[in-house]
């Protein structure tokens, strides 16, 4: 039973364009969700999250929005750039001391 | 301040076999968590430790087991290893563990090769 979806395993955006990455959960009961970028060989590093109280958090070129009804949140990345692809995954947690991870999507920036 | 450490970075076993991963938090981290990311499945929560105590447990088999020590050092052991086990094993660390919504440091993973 996959609680958190990712359901594009890649993406590819030209170098200075949007990168818009979207994610679906399941679970009524999650109210955090994270962002995480993963390069080969290297763990995964927290990007960015928000909180359920909130609808849009945003650092710098990285956005998130929640849309709580359609249990649906999206990383917008603006400019994209080269050393952005990686393989990010989206991740949500609720009263559990565990975050339940999608599946991951691949993002390649071409030049 | 450092980050955290796994070890080994690489072991290959064989079926039958068991194994112990070690993992090593940021200093003043007391929660530890234990991931195993597979193609196709994403990373999946073993468990979770703080302060010495097993808080929370994915749904693995009884042969996924961990433990966590008194300077907040965690391993993770699994027995009698199945092809499936074949996976990149990731120790997470954080102050207070997701409780209190804190992001997770990930360490580099333990890349264990079932034969």
């Known amino acids: 039973d996959q609680q958190v979806k990712q359901n594009s395993p890649s993406l590819s955006v030209q170098e200075g364009r949007i990168s818009i990455l979207n994610c679906d959960y399941t679970?009524?009961?999650?109210?955090?969700f994270l962002w995480y970028k993963k390069y080969p060989a290297e763990g995964p590093t927290f990007l960015i999250s928000i909180s359920s109280i909130k609808d849009k958090n945003e650092d710098g070129r990285f956005t998130v929005f929640l849309n709580k009804s359609a249990k649906h949140l999206s990383l917008h990345i603006v400019p994209s750039q080269p050393g952005d692809s990686a393989v990010y995954f989206c991740?949500?947690?609720?009263?559990?001391?565990?975050?339940?991870f999608g599946t991951g999507t691949r993002l390649q920036v071409t030049l | 301040k450092a980050g955290v450490t796994q070890t080994p970075r690489y072991l290959i076993k064989t079926r039958g076999q068991q194994v112990t991963l070690s993992c090593s938090p940021i200093?003043?981290?007391?929660?530890v968590s234990w991931y195993q990311q597979t193609p196709g499945q994403g990373l999946q929560f073993l468990f979770e430790y703080f302060s010495e105590t097993q808080r929370n447990k994915g749904n693995f088999p009884g042969r996924f087991s961990g433990r966590q020590f008194s300077n907040s050092r965690s391993e993770m052991n699994v027995s009698t290893l199945e092809l499936g086990d074949s996976a990149l094993y990731l120790c997470?660390?954080?102050?207070?563990?997701?409780?209190?919504?804190?992001?997770?440091?990930f360490g580099e993973g333990s890349r264990l090769t079932v034969l």
């Open positions: 991740a949500a947690s609720g009263t559990a001391s565990k975050l339940t």
């Open positions: 679970n009524s009961m999650f109210d955090y």
């Open positions: 997470a660390s954080s102050f207070r563990g997701l409780l209190n919504t804190g992001e997770l440091f």
């Open positions: 200093s003043g981290h007391r929660s």
